[in-house]
């Protein structure tokens, strides 16, 4: 006897691609959302109770939008183009525009100029993006007046860019500070750090959280062009 045909299993979907469909179905009527409170907030008077709603109903909107963006940058990973970068090139085309994002919202940058002669192995764009992540979250982590520190130097690792902020990791897990959706995580799904972790190991390097002495830091690991030479 035959046996009866059995029904087709349905192709195996992808988590990027539930990701793009989640992503694609919640941009649209977001960006209704968003316009619409932007009309009401241009018809509001300023210093006005319905302009500051408005101000924190779009701030929100613009936490969610981030956050789909960050999922859908999570399951594409970068595909980098690392090559020689001078630290103090690459510190001086970014050095205005990270004064301007961090200082805009209350907080100071110090920037420790890195010595002339240091290089990197890494994407310039790639990079860039890793920092102003970091500084994002540096931000976010610290009170206003707060002082938040870049710098970069050799050390036997390789390269060290360094970010440091007021405020300590003794209470989370540091290990998995930067796994994206961990329970214990204070703030966040933790999608930003993961995305710089992935960003910084196509590049061959990698990233590191330390806490200690009322301070935190955040280190992006990155190769000398001679250790990427003896690979």
Same mark, same amino acid.
């Given at each position: 006897?035959?046996?009866?045909?059995?029904?087709?299993?349905?192709?195996?979907?992808?988590?990027?691609?539930?990701?793009?469909?989640?992503?694609?179905?919640?941009?649209?009527?977001?960006?209704?959302?968003?316009?619409?409170?932007?009309?009401?907030?241009?018809?509001?008077?300023?210093?006005?109770?319905?302009?500051?709603?408005?101000?924190?109903?779009?701030?929100?909107?613009?936490?969610?939008?981030?956050?789909?963006?960050?999922?859908?940058?999570?399951?594409?990973?970068?595909?980098?183009?690392?090559?020689?970068?001078?630290?103090?090139?690459?510190?001086?085309?970014?050095?205005?525009?990270? +004064?301007?994002?961090?200082? &805009?919202?209350?907080? !100071? $940058? %110090?920037?420790?100029? #890195?010595?002339?002669?240091?290089?990197?192995?890494?994407?310039?764009?790639?990079?860039?993006?890793?920092?102003?992540?970091?500084?994002?979250?540096?931000?976010?982590?610290?009170?206003?007046?707060?002082?938040?520190?870049?710098?970069?130097?050799?050390?036997?690792?390789?390269?060290?860019?360094?970010?440091?902020?007021?405020?300590?990791?003794?209470?989370?897990?540091?290990?998995?500070?930067?796994?994206?959706?961990?329970?214990?995580?204070?703030?966040?799904?933790?999608?930003?750090?993961?995305?710089?972790?992935?960003?910084?190991?196509?590049?061959?390097?990698?990233?590191?959280? +330390?806490?200690?002495?009322? &301070?935190?830091?955040? !280190? $992006? %690991?990155?190769?000398? #062009?001679?250790?990427?030479?003896?690979?």
């Amino acid at each position: 006897m035959s046996r009866p045909p059995q029904p087709a299993h349905p192709a195996q979907v992808g988590l990027d691609e539930i990701v793009e469909a989640i992503a694609h179905s919640i941009r649209n009527p977001l960006a209704g959302a968003v316009l619409r409170l932007e009309a009401l907030r241009h018809g509001a008077e300023p210093g006005s109770g319905e302009r500051d709603a408005c101000d924190s109903a779009l701030e929100s909107l613009g936490r969610i939008a981030r956050c789909i963006d960050g999922l859908v940058e999570l399951t594409h990973p970068p595909s980098a183009a690392p090559r020689a970068l001078s630290m103090g090139a690459f510190f001086g085309a970014h050095r205005a525009g990270w +004064r301007a994002s961090v200082e &805009r919202r209350g907080r !100071t $940058l %110090r920037i420790a100029e #890195p010595d002339p002669g240091l290089v990197a192995y890494a994407d310039d764009a790639l990079l860039s993006a890793s920092v102003d992540r970091l500084l994002d979250n540096a931000v976010e982590a610290t009170a206003f007046d707060a002082t938040i520190t870049i710098a970069a130097c050799a050390d036997e690792q390789g390269i060290a860019l360094k970010i440091t902020n007021p405020g300590d990791l003794r209470d989370c897990d540091r290990s998995a500070a930067a796994t994206p959706f961990r329970p214990a995580k204070a703030r966040g799904l933790g999608i930003g750090l993961a995305i710089v972790r992935n960003a910084l190991r196509s590049m061959g390097g990698g990233l590191e959280l +330390r806490g200690g002495d009322a &301070r935190t830091t955040a !280190t $992006l %690991r990155l190769r000398a #062009p001679s250790a990427e030479a003896a690979r």
